[in-house]
C-alpha cells in the first residue's frame, strides 16, 4: 500500500531523478567506445618503473597522431586511445611508448575502421528499439484479456486498457535504462568511462530483466481483479493495486538480490574488463526493481483515476 | 503419479547431475578429453576483419568468389601452425541490399605479433600454370616451368555438363575455362608446343589441378574434363580458378589482439566472481526459505552443471561476456524458485496441506514465470542478431541459460519438493522463515 499511498511524494522524488539524468546527459553527453567511433585502443603494462606521463607524451607527440589520449590503468599499465591507425604507423607507437629501463609488453590492443564503428552504432540503436517495442507489444498482448470478456465491447469499460499497462511498462523501461546511461554521463565526464558493446549489451539485458518484474506486479493485479469479479467483490482499484504490491514485494526483492549478488561479485572479483558492465547492470537491476514497485504499480493507479475522472463528466 | 515415483526421479536426476559433473571434471583432467573452448579474449590471440572488394564482380558471383577467397585465406592462415584458426565469411550491413559488404573475419589464437600474419594475409591471391617436366637428379619430385600464363590473362572459368554429342559420358561436369586475347594466343602457343604434357595450375603455390594437354587449342577456350569424382570437386575448381582471374582484394578494417597473460586473468577473475557469486545466493536460499530453499540450491547445482555439460559439448566458446552472461543467468535462475516459493507460503497460510500447496503454487507461478522469461529471451533473440562475435557469445549463454534454469527450476524443484512431502508438513520448522510466516 505504502507506494500506492505515497505516489506523490514517490513520483516527485522519481521525477527529480528523471530530471537531473537527462540533464546530466544533455550537458556531458556520452564518451563512446572506439567500437562505436572507430579508432585504436593500446592497453600497455610495463615491468619495472612506470614511465612518467608526460615523458610519454612527449614522445608521442613526435609522431603525428593527431589527437589522442593517455591513462594510467592499474599500478603498471596505460591506455592508449587514437586515432584508426594503420599497421604500419603501429610500430611508431610503440616505439613512443617504450622507455628505457622498463619492460613494455602488449597487453591489449584494438583498431577499428570508422564504417564498422558507424555500423555497429547504427545497429545498437535499432536493437535496442526493437527490443522496447516488442517488449510493448509482449506487454500488451500478455494483458489483453485484462477485462472480461462477457463485457460488450461497443460500451466503455471502467478499466485500464491493456494498452495502457504496456504503455506504462515501457516508461518505466526507459526510467530503467536511463538511469544507467546517466551513470556513465556522470562516469564518463569525471573518469572517461566509455559506452561500448558491453554496455550495450548490459542495457539490453536490463530491459528483458526489468520488464519481468513490472510484469509480475500486473500478472498478480490481473488475478486479483478477475477474482474480485468472481466473488462479486466491490473493491476500489487503488486498493486492488496496493495489495496486489504487498503480495508480490517479497518476490521482486528476493529476486533482485539474488541477481545484485551475482553482479555485485561480478563487479568486485571480476576485473576491470566486465567492471563497467557489471555496474551498469548493478545499477540497472537496482533501478528495475525500485520503478517496478514504486513507480509502475502507482501509475496504473493514475491511470485509472483519469479514466474515471474523464467518464464521470 | 505418486510419491514414490517422484522420489525415484529426484534419486536419478541428482545422480545424472552428479554423473555429469563427474563427466566434465574427469574429460578437464584428462589431456585427450574434451575440453572447454575458449575465446580469444580468454586465451590471448588476435582478431582481424577484412572487407572485400567486390565491386567488378557480378552480384551473382560474390558468394562463390568470397568462399574461395576464405579457402586462399585459410591456406595461408595454415602456413602459421596456429592450433584451431577461424577463418570465416561474414555478411554485413542490414539495411538495404546494396549496402551489403563482404567480410572475412581471421581468428589467430596464439598470435599477438600480426606484422607477419597481416602481410600473408592481404596479399592478392595469385593464379599461375605452369608445364609440368620430369623431376631433376635424384629428387622424385617433378619441377615446373613457368608459362608466362597467369590469372591475369584469364577472363573466367565455368561449369558445365557434358552431353551425348561430345562423347563419353553424359552428365559429366567439366570445368570451362575462358582466356582472353592476350591469353588466347599464348594459351595456342603452350598447348601446341606441348601436347600430351601435363599444365599444372597453380593458387597461391599450391597446385589445384594437373590436366594433361590433348590438342592445340586456338579459340582461347579451355576444357578440363574427366577426373572429376564429383561436381562439387569441378566447382571448387571453378571457384578457385575465378579467384585467380578476378582477385578480390580485401582490406583490414579492424584488429583486435588480447596478450595471452591479460586473458588468462581475466578467466581466472570471472571464475572467481562466479564461485563467490554462486555460493552466495546458495547460502541466501538455503537461509532464507530453509527446505525448499535447499531443493532450489540442488536444482541450482544441477543447472550448472547442465550449463557446464551443454558449453562442453556443443562445443560454445566461452568468452569473457558469456562469463557474464552465465552469472546473471545463475541470479536469474533463482528468480522462478523465489516466485513459487513465495507462492507456496501463501498457499501454505490458507492452512492447505504441504503437498496440495506445492502443487498450487506451480500451478499459480507458472504465468509470470512464462512472461517473465519470455521478455528475457526476447532481448536475448535481438542480441543474437546485433551479434558481433562478443555479443553472439553472451547472448547464446543467456538464451540457454533462461531456457535451461525454466526446466531445473520447474521440473527439478517441483520433483525435489514433491518428494519432499511426507518429510515435511506444513507446520515443519523446516520451512519456518522464508517460507512460513509465523
Known amino acids: 500500500m505504502f507506494f500506492v499511498v505515497n505516489r506523490k511524494i514517490i513520483f516527485s522524488i522519481i521525477g527529480t531523478l528523471v530530471v537531473l539524468s537527462i540533464g546530466a546527459l544533455f550537458s556531458w553527453g556520452l564518451v563512446f567506445g572506439i567500437d562505436f567511433t572507430g579508432g585504436t585502443f593500446i592497453e600497455v603494462a610495463y615491468t619495472g618503473e612506470l614511465p612518467q606521463k608526460e615523458v610519454l607524451e612527449e614522445q608521442l607527440d613526435t609522431k603525428e597522431l593527431g589527437a589522442y589520449s593517455l591513462r594510467q590503468t592499474g599500478e603498471d599499465g596505460y591506455i592508449l586511445r587514437l586515432r584508426d591507425i594503420a599497421e604500419e604507423e603501429y610500430n611508431g607507437v610503440r616505439e613512443a611508448l617504450s622507455v628505457e629501463g622498463s619492460e613494455l609488453t602488449e597487453k591489449r590492443r584494438a583498431t577499428v575502421g570508422p564504417v564498422i564503428g558507424e555500423e555497429l552504432k547504427n545497429k545498437a540503436f535499432v536493437a535496442i528499439a526493437t527490443v522496447v517495442v516488442l517488449i510493448v507489444m509482449f506487454v500488451a498482448f500478455a494483458f489483453r484479456n485484462i477485462r472480461d470478456e462477457d463485457e460488450n465491447e461497443e460500451e466503455e469499460t471502467r478499466e485500464v486498457s491493456s494498452w495502457m499497462y504496456g504503455f506504462i511498462a515501457i516508461f518505466v523501461l526507459l526510467h530503467d535504462i536511463l538511469i544507467p546511461l546517466a551513470m556513465f554521463s556522470v562516469l564518463g565526464f569525471l573518469f572517461g568511462a566509455e559506452v561500448d558493446v558491453l554496455i550495450v549489451m548490459a542495457l539490453l539485458t536490463i530491459l528483458g530483466y526489468s520488464v519481468n518484474d513490472t510484469i509480475v506486479i500486473f500478472d498478480r493485479i490481473r488475478e486479483n481483479l478477475r477474482r474480485n469479479k468472481e466473488e462479486r467483490e466491490e473493491e476500489e482499484f487503488e486498493s486492488v493495486v496496493g495489495r496486489s504490491l504487498s503480495q508480490t514485494y517479497a518476490r521482486s526483492i528476493n529476486t533482485s538480490l539474488t541477481t545484485l549478488i551475482v553482479v555485485t561479485s561480478l563487479l568486485i572479483f571480476g576485473g576491470p574488463t566486465t567492471m563497467y558492465f557489471a555496474l551498469t547492470l548493478t545499477v540497472g537491476v537496482f533501478a528495475g526493481t525500485y520503478s517496478s514497485l514504486a513507480l509502475a504499480a502507482p501509475l496504473l493507479v493514475v491511470a485509472q483515476h483519469r479514466k474515471d475522472r474523464k467518464l464521470g463528466e | ?438
Open chain 2, 1 to 438: 503419479m505418486n510419491l514414490t515415483v517422484f522420489r525415484s526421479w529426484s534419486v536419478i536426476l541428482l545422480l545424472v547431475g552428479v554423473f555429469l559433473g563427474y563427466s566434465l571434471y574427469s574429460a578437464e583432467k584428462h589431456t585427450d578429453g574434451r575440453h572447454f573452448k575458449f575465446g580469444l579474449d580468454l586465451i590471448g590471440g588476435s582478431h582481424l576483419v577484412y572487407e572485400a572488394d567486390t565491386d567488378k564482380l557480378d552480384p551473382t558471383e560474390v558468394t562463390e568468389a568470397m568462399v574461395a577467397l576464405r579457402d586462399v585465406i585459410e591456406n595461408r592462415v595454415n602456413i602459421f601452425g596456429v592450433s584451431e584458426p577461424l577463418v570465416q565469411v561474414e555478411k554485413a550491413g542490414m539495411f538495404s541490399e546494396s549496402e551489403r559488404t563482404e567480410r572475412l573475419i581471421v581468428e589467430l589464437p596464439g598470435v599477438t605479433d600480426l606484422d607477419e600474419a597481416i602481410a600473408l594475409i592481404g596479399a592478392t591471391p595469385s593464379l599461375e600454370f605452369k608445364l609440368e617436366r620430369p623431376p631433376l637428379g635424384t629428387s622424385t619430385d617433378p619441377t615446373y616451368l613457368d608459362t608466362g600464363l597467369t590469372g591475369a590473362l584469364l577472363k573466367r572459368a565455368r561449369l558445365e555438363f557434358s552431353t551425348q554429342q561430345q562423347g563419353g559420358f553424359s552428365n559429366e561436369p567439366m570445368v570451362m575455362v575462358d582466356f582472353n586475347n592476350e591469353g588466347k594466343d599464348l594459351f595456342a602457343e603452350i598447348t601446341g608446343n606441348n601436347v600430351g604434357e601435363n599444365l599444372a595450375i597453380f593458387l597461391d603455390g599450391e597446385l589445384i589441378s594437373n590436366p594433361v594437354i590433348r590438342d592445340k587449342i586456338f579459340g582461347g577456350t579451355a576444357v578440363i574434363s574427366g577426373g572429376f569424382q564429383t561436381a562439387e570437386e569441378a566447382k571448387e575448381l571453378v571457384r578457385n580458378l575465378n579467384i585467380g582471374a578476378l582477385p578480390v582484394p580485401i582490406e583490414l578494417v579492424s584488429t583486435q589482439t588480447v596478450g595471452a597473460t591479460l586473458g588468462t586473468e581475466i578467466l581466472e577473475k570471472g571464475i572467481k566472481a562466479g564461485i563467490v557469486g554462486f555460493s552466495l545466493v546458495l547460502l541466501f536460499m538455503l537461509f532464507w526459505y530453509r527446505l525448499p530453499g535447499l531443493a532450489a540450491g540442488l536444482a541450482l547445482v544441477i543447472y550448472l552443471v547442465f550449463m557446464l555439460a551443454i558449453f562442453k559439448y556443443v562445443p560454445v566458446t566461452i568468452t569473457a561476456a558469456g562469463i557474464a552472461g552465465f552469472l546473471l543467468s545463475v541470479g536469474m535462475a533463482v528468480d522462478a524458485n523465489v516466485l513459487i516459493f513465495e507462492r507456496l507460503k501463501e498457499e501454505l497460510k490458507k492452512d492447505k496441506e504441504y503437498a496440495d500447496a506445492v502443487v498450487d503454487g506451480f500451478k499459480r507461478a507458472w504465468p509470470p514465470i512464462r512472461d517473465g522469461n519470455l521478455t528475457s529471451l526476447i532481448s536475448a533473440t535481438i542480441l543474437f542478431w546485433f551479434g558481433t562475435s562478443i555479443v553472439k557469445g553472451f547472448a547464446l549463454v543467456f538464451g540457454l541459460g533462461i531456457l535451461t534454469s525454466m526446466f531445473t527450476a520447474i521440473v527439478i524443484t517441483r520433483t525435489f519438493l514433491v518428494s519432499l512431502s511426507g518429510v515435511t508438513d506444513k507446520d515443519s520448522p523446516l520451512l519456518k522463515s522464508g517460507i512460513r510466516n509465523k
